[in-house]
């Protein structure tokens, strides 16, 4: 098994940190050996990549990923398995001003 490597780049505009915190956590109680870095970066992002693979773009879709389909897809990752893009939660609580 390898050690996939995670990379979580948030808006710190819209505070997304907490979500990437808690995603990352989620990962590390699951796959303790996983790799996973939050980093702040471009407006409106929450970009999730495992080992170099965009797998969740809220730049393009608007929406934070399934963290559990993101486990699975970690798991994946670290059997070698192909790395595969996630589903993302739905839109509940969007506001425009």
């Known amino acids: 098994m390898s050690q996939p ?3 979580i780049e948030y808006c710190t ?3 997304s940190k907490p979500q990437c915190l808690e995603l990352a ?3 590390r109680e699951q796959i303790p050996e996983a790799d996973v870095i939050c ?3 471009r407006r409106g992002s929450f970009e999730v990549q495992i080992n170099d693979t965009l ?3 809220k730049l393009a879709s608007l929406a934070f990923p399934d963290y559990a389909e993101v486990l699975d897809r970690v798991r994946d990752a670290q059997q ?3 790395i595969r893009p996630v589903a993302q939660q739905p ?3 969007c506001v425009i001003q």
Do not use: A, E, F, K
């Open 5 to 7: 490597r995670i990379d």
């Open 80 to 82: 070698g398995l192909p």
């Open 13 to 15: 505009v819209c505070n």
């Open 25 to 27: 956590r989620t990962i």
């Open 91 to 93: 839109i509940t609580d």
């Open 39 to 41: 980093h702040s970066g």
């Open 55 to 57: 797998v969740h773009s």
